[in-house]
C-alpha cells in the first residue's frame, strides 16, 4: 500500500505516518505546505530520508498512492478527504475528521458514491496498548456488563508553541468536537453502542484572561441504550507532570471495573500503559505496555480488503456527529472573579 501525506499542520501526523511504515505502507510523497514551520521542522527530523516531496495536486492524481494522510488544520480535513476520496483514494485524518454538520454530510455522501474508506486516527484508543488489553478484558466477560464510562482528556496547554488557529474555534471545532471525540470514540467502542444521545454538554474557559473565546474545558453526558458515559476534558495539565496529560478511563462493569491510567501514574509505578483491574478475584495491576497496537495493521489490510476490521465506517460517522451535536449544543461555563470566591469564604 502506497500513501501520501497532505497536511502537515498537527504533530499527530508523526505517529500516523510511523504507524503506516511500521505495518508495511510505503510513503509516495508529502506536501511540505504546512501552517507551522516547527511541525515541518520535525517531520523532516523523524522522516529525512524515507519521504520524498511533492505537491498537493501531483499526490491526489498519482493513480500509485492508495491513500491520503492528514492532519492539515481541522476545519480543512474534510475537505481534503472528500477530494481524496474523489480521486479514489481511501483516507486516514487526524481528530477531528469534521468540524461542521455541513462538512460531516459532505464526507458521508463522498463515502456513498465512492466506496471509499474514511477513517480517523483516534490516538487516545489506537495508539494506546492499554485500551487493547481492556478490550481483551471485557471480551472475556471478566467485569460483566459495561453500563457506563468515565474518560477524562486533561492536556497541557503548551501556548507558547500553538499557532494561532489552535485559539481559534472557527479552525478547531471547539473542544468538544476536537478532544472530546477521543472519550466519545471510547464510549461507543467500550460499550458496545451504535450510537448515543447527548443528555447534556458544556464548555467554558478559566484560564487566561486574554484569550476569553477560548475553551479550556467541556464535559458532555451520554446516553445509549446499552450504557452511560461521562466526559470531561481540559487544557489544565500543570508543568509539574512529566508528560502531556493524564488521560484516564474507568469502566464500570456489571461484576467489575478498568481503570486505564494511559500515560502515567503521577504517584506511583514509571512508564505507561497502566490498567488496574477489579473484580471477584480481588485487584491486579497489569503493564500493559507490551501489548502490540492493530490499527495501522487492520487499516492497511482494509486498504487491500475493501473491509472495516480497524473500525467500522459508521463508528466514525456517530462520534463525529455526536461530537458536534455536543458542541453545538454546549452550556457556556464562567467562573465568577477570584476575588469573589475570596470574599465568599468563611472567616
Given at each position: 500500500m502506497r500513501f501520501a501525506v497532505i497536511g502537515l499542520d498537527h504533530r499527530h501526523i508523526y505517529h500516523m505516518v510511523g504507524g503506516l511504515l511500521e505495518a508495511?505502507?510505503?510513503?509516495?510523497?508529502?506536501?511540505?505546505?504546512?501552517?507551522?514551520?516547527?511541525?515541518?521542522?520535525?517531520?523532516?527530523?523523524?522522516?529525512?530520508?524515507?519521504?520524498?516531496?511533492?505537491?498537493?495536486?501531483?499526490?491526489?492524481?498519482?493513480?500509485?498512492?492508495?491513500?491520503?494522510?492528514?492532519?492539515?488544520?481541522?476545519?480543512?480535513?474534510a475537505g481534503i478527504a472528500v477530494e481524496?476520496?474523489?480521486?479514489?483514494?481511501?483516507?486516514?485524518?487526524?481528530?477531528p475528521g469534521v468540524t461542521s454538520l455541513d462538512q460531516l454530510a459532505a464526507v458521508e455522501r463522498a463515502v456513498a458514491e465512492t466506496r471509499r474508506i474514511f477513517s480517523i486516527c483516534f490516538s487516545e484508543r489506537f495508539i494506546v496498548p492499554a485500551t487493547l488489553v481492556a478490550e481483551k478484558i471485557i471480551r472475556d466477560g471478566t467485569i460483566g456488563r459495561v453500563v457506563q464510562t468515565l474518560g477524562m482528556g486533561p492536556h497541557r496547554l503548551n501556548r507558547a508553541i500553538r499557532p494561532s488557529w489552535f485559539f481559534d474555534a472557527r479552525a478547531y471545532g471547539?473542544?468538544?468536537?476536537?478532544?472530546?471525540?477521543?472519550?466519545?470514540?471510547?464510549?461507543?467502542?467500550?460499550?458496545?453502542?451504535?450510537?448515543?444521545s447527548v443528555v447534556t454538554s458544556s464548555v467554558g474557559h478559566f484560564g487566561s484572561q486574554d484569550l476569553p473565546d477560548f475553551e479550556d474545558f467541556?464535559?458532555?453526558?451520554?446516553?445509549?441504550?446499552?450504557?452511560?458515559?461521562?466526559?470531561?476534558?481540559?487544557w489544565f495539565t500543570a508543568d509539574g507532570l512529566p508528560t502531556w496529560g493524564d488521560g484516564r478511563l474507568f469502566i464500570l462493569g456489571t461484576e467489575g471495573s478498568i481503570e486505564l491510567r494511559k500515560y502515567v501514574d503521577p504517584a506511583g509505578r514509571s512508564g505507561t500503559d497502566h490498567v488496574i483491574l477489579v473484580d471477584r478475584n480481588g485487584t491486579r495491576h497489569i503493564d500493559a505496555s507490551s501489548e502490540p497496537l492493530t490499527y495501522f495493521h487492520n487499516f492497511v489490510a482494509d486498504v487491500r480488503d475493501r473491509s472495516q476490521t480497524a473500525m467500522r465506517q459508521d463508528h466514525v460517522f456517530a462520534v463525529c456527529r455526536l461530537a458536534l451535536e455536543a458542541q453545538a449544543q454546549a452550556a457556556r461555563l464562567r467562573l465568577p472573579p477570584a476575588n469573589a470566591l475570596q470574599d465568599n469564604a468563611s472567616p
Open positions: 508495511g505502507a510505503t510513503c509516495a510523497g508529502y506536501d511540505p505546505a504546512s501552517s507551522d514551520p516547527r511541525v515541518l521542522e520535525g517531520f523532516r527530523e523523524r522522516y529525512p530520508t524515507l519521504l520524498p516531496v511533492s505537491d498537493r495536486r501531483r499526490l491526489m492524481e498519482d493513480p500509485s498512492v492508495d491513500v491520503i494522510l492528514s492532519a492539515a488544520v481541522p476545519c480543512d480535513r481524496a476520496m474523489g480521486h479514489g483514494k481511501d483516507v486516514m485524518v487526524d481528530k471547539g473542544i468538544l468536537c476536537d478532544i472530546a471525540s477521543h472519550q466519545i470514540d471510547q464510549f461507543l467502542h467500550f460499550t458496545g453502542s451504535t450510537d448515543a467541556g464535559e458532555i453526558l451520554l446516553r445509549s441504550p446499552e450504557a452511560n458515559g461521562y466526559v470531561r476534558v481540559d
